[in-house]
């Protein structure tokens, strides 16, 4: 069955935690859109300077979670600090949970789940040095190159990226999950 995949992010997302991926969804077959608040490219930040920019698919606005079968947050630093403030970004993820579609973060990509109010009580992991912030939301933070807990797959950082990639395939392949908001 052919799924449909949503990769939300914007200016400074962490290149290799975009496009591999975006990669690894693709050769499942499946469609892995790049959606962003901006239109046209959006920037990579790869590891210390900026890297390549990617054609955005569908622009925010325009972007609904009822056409598609999941969500993957991105992260790098810049990235999820901008879409943790933007109000469309993050009625866009609580969709995707209200929904009980799965959702895999990386990095700092759980940045963003903390705005939207989406982790307290579940088990997480992330890079390290936001892991206070998750577990002063209300997460249970585990230092593993992944965790998941009900639909929703993190990953550290772009060395767990094969470990995070095979859960994310296994998650997006199964059935809806239970509602969490």
């Not at 590891?47 to 969500?71: I, T």
Request: net charge negative; aromatic share 6%.
């Amino acid at each position: 069955m052919n799924k449909k995949i949503a990769i939300l992010s914007t200016h400074g997302f962490e290149e290799s935690e975009l496009e591999s991926p975006k990669k690894h969804l693709e050769k499942q077959g499946w469609t892995a859109d790049i959606v962003s608040p901006e239109a046209g490219t959006i920037k990579s930040w790869a590891e210390k300077n900026w890297g390549k920019e990617f054609p955005v698919d569908v622009v925010l606005k325009d972007a609904s979670a009822d056409d598609y079968d999941a969500l993957v947050l991105p992260g790098g630093v810049i990235n999820p600090d901008q879409l943790r403030t933007n109000k469309a970004a993050l009625d866009f993820i609580k969709a995707f949970f209200k929904a009980g579609k799965p959702v895999a973060a990386i990095c700092h990509g759980p940045q963003t789940l903390i705005s939207a109010g989406l982790v307290k009580g579940r088990k997480m992991t992330s890079v390290k040095s936001i892991s206070i912030d998750l577990v002063n939301a209300g997460a249970e933070w585990s230092d593993e190159e992944v965790v998941v807990d009900n639909g929703l797959v993190t990953s550290r950082t772009p060395k767990d990226l094969p470990a995070f990639n095979k859960k994310m395939v296994e998650e997006f392949s199964e059935a809806r999950h239970h509602s969490v908001v």
